[in-house]
């Protein structure tokens, strides 16, 4: 792999431009890549774009992360987010289902801060490669599974059992809608907000019973709405940020964190005398 130093990375189309916070060192080919951590179930045919050194508070056995050309980066969009997984450990013990991982940051976070199990899942085939291999050199791989989203059905939940649950969803999902013509695109846009739609529409039948959803927007017209089309479906949502999203530019950052949990009719049922799995209340 060739090392590439970016250190100005573009999302959407003049939106959302920032210097990375973070540094960016080719020098650690010796740490990470090398033949004698090469394994022989990882992908190593794209070109490496940066080699970022995480904060300390998010320092994970001291190795840097790994971005794969054409994945997407912005460490501000998650600020919020990584702040929960780190510090108040909201993925302990739990199992996370993380839409639209990238590099594998957060699912990498959850993982080492004690998550029972996590499941990623992106439509760019340079993702999923990049994730798989920044789980692994962390050696954090073993409760974790990424799955590659096919261009012909890329809703939310795809590529899930239909009785997968999990305690815990995390996602930092495209936040403006427009058209997509390549699998990087899909970090950008959400064509008609079809993502946002089936991620709201397949959340009972995939969101534990008390279980929390967090979304990282940093799209002012997609948080109104999503909040907006949550509330006309009977979820409980909160918006985890203290700044007024209609006080904000169109675009900005760090991305604001909303909440979403199921409300009391989307709460699955378990009949007891039959000993039927949890369904959705059809009310």
């Known amino acids: 792999m060739n090392a590439l130093v970016s250190p100005r990375i573009t999302r959407g189309t003049g939106h959302r431009r ?16 090398c033949p004698a951590s090469k394994r022989n179930d990882l992908d190593y045919s794209y070109d490496v774009e940066q080699y970022v050194v995480l904060p300390d508070l998010e320092q994970i ?43 594998g940051l957060l699912s990498l976070l959850c993982l080492a801060n004690g998550a029972q199990k996590v499941v ?31 261009p012909a059905d890329p809703s939310a939940f795809a590529v899930l059992e239909p009785d ?24 950008f846009y959400d064509p008609d907000f079809a993502l946002m739609d089936s991620l709201l ?14 979304l990282a927007y940093g799209h002012a017209p997609a948080i109104t709405r999503l909040l907006s089309e949550a509330d006309a479906l009977g979820y409980q949502t909160k918006v985890l940020d203290d700044r007024d999203v209609d006080q904000l530019p169109l675009n900005f950052l760090p991305g604001m964190l909303i909440e979403v949990r199921l409300g009391r009719n989307q709460i699955p049922k378990v009949d007891a005398s039959s000993g039927d799995p949890p369904a959705t209340d059809p009310r």
């Open 61 to 103: 056995d001291g190795q840097p992360l790994v971005q794969f050309e054409s994945v997407f980066w912005e460490p501000d969009d998650t600020t919020s987010l990584r702040k929960l997984i780190v510090e108040d450990q909201i993925a302990a013990g739990r199992s996370v289902l993380e839409i639209g991982t990238g590099t």
């Open 201 to 214: 529409a397949g959340l009972p039948k995939h969101l534990n019973p008390g279980g929390r959803c967090l």
């Open 164 to 187: 997968e649950r999990f305690d815990l969803i995390v996602s930092n999902p495209p936040w403006e809608d427009g058209k997509v013509a390549a699998p990087s695109d899909h970090a």
């Open 18 to 33: 920032s210097l990375i916070h973070a540094v960016v060192a080719t020098t650690l080919l010796s740490c990470l890549g």
């Open 120 to 150: 990623a899942t992106d439509i760019n085939p340079a993702a999923v490669a990049n994730a798989r291999y920044n789980v692994a050199m962390h050696q954090l791989d073993e409760s974790f599974d990424v799955r590659q989203v096919s």
